[in-house]
């Protein structure tokens, strides 16, 4: 990975690399931003472009023995701690880590998930502290990447917190998270923090096209629909996730219709059964589409909507009466089910009593 291969992201490849060019590098960088949009790739660019033996005009050379050891994450000074599911032995906590390193290795944009709660073991930071107590086996800077940092249990947090406090020599950590508010005070507070900004929808269509061999059209509906997160892009990619996108849009059509709670209730069983993943993407389908409703609704072109495909359907659906102040509010309350979902809530029961709230809430008080 170099930052050549990085899609949009100008000013953060810039600070990153002046910060090596000037030499100073701090002990600890905070990368935060929405998931999906570089900061994994950010950090192991920034790995290779430190530890390269021929930088090339600002960047590494992708060639020498570090940078193609960092690209398949094998260099014995890069250190990585990213969430897995849980495992129920050390040997399929192996396996599962692996699992997602080399889905990582061969799509830096791609997003961790799974149905179950992912997390990272106490076991895998201990490990870190510890490898970093020895001698290091090659010169040169160390690099340890802790991927989405706020899925850390707190156990691994006071681990890591040693770390930061402490840090060994020669040593630069790198947290990334998309929920900094996760991220104890005490953390933050040590580390350089670097924001990752959404992506533009065509360094989206590009990387789509280049990278990931989709076609022009279908690129560009993708590049609408993820809200400036490749990793979203790609993951609705995946054959699983188009079916879920056609769950989300009739199930939207139900709920904003819905006269009667049984019409939602009936709808709820399309939903997928407790896969937090599934359904928080089925919920995020949903803010696309509550935010085209009010676009439409307010007289904005159709070029601007995120659902081109579904233009017909969501122009009737604007016709309908509803209560405009209580609709500007739902993408924000379908963002806080996210979240609850995301911290364990039960899955089916929150969608469920969100559907209701939602009817309950947009209906005119007229009718
Ligand atoms: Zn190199």
Redesign the pocket.
Known sequence: MDFNSLAGQETVKRILIRTVDRDCVPNSFLFYGPEGVGKWGAALALA?YL?????IDGD?????????QIRKLQYPNLFTAIPTPPSRSDTEEIENYWEILNRKIAEPYALITGRRQMTIPVATVRQIRLSLGQKPPVDGLRVVIIEQMDRMLSGSADALLKLVEEPPSRTLIIITTSRPERIPATIVSRCRRVRFARLAGSAIKDYLVEKAGQDEKQASLLARLCHGSLGTALYLTEEDNAQDREVAKLLFKGIFLAETTEAAAEAMELLPTGDRFRLNRILAAWQTLFRDIMLLQSGARESYLANIDFVGELERLAARPVNQKALMKIPALIGSVMEDIDLNVEPNTAVAALIIEISRRITPESL
């Open positions: 290779a530890n390269c033996r021929n930088r590494s050379c992708g060639t020498c023995p570090p940078c193609r």
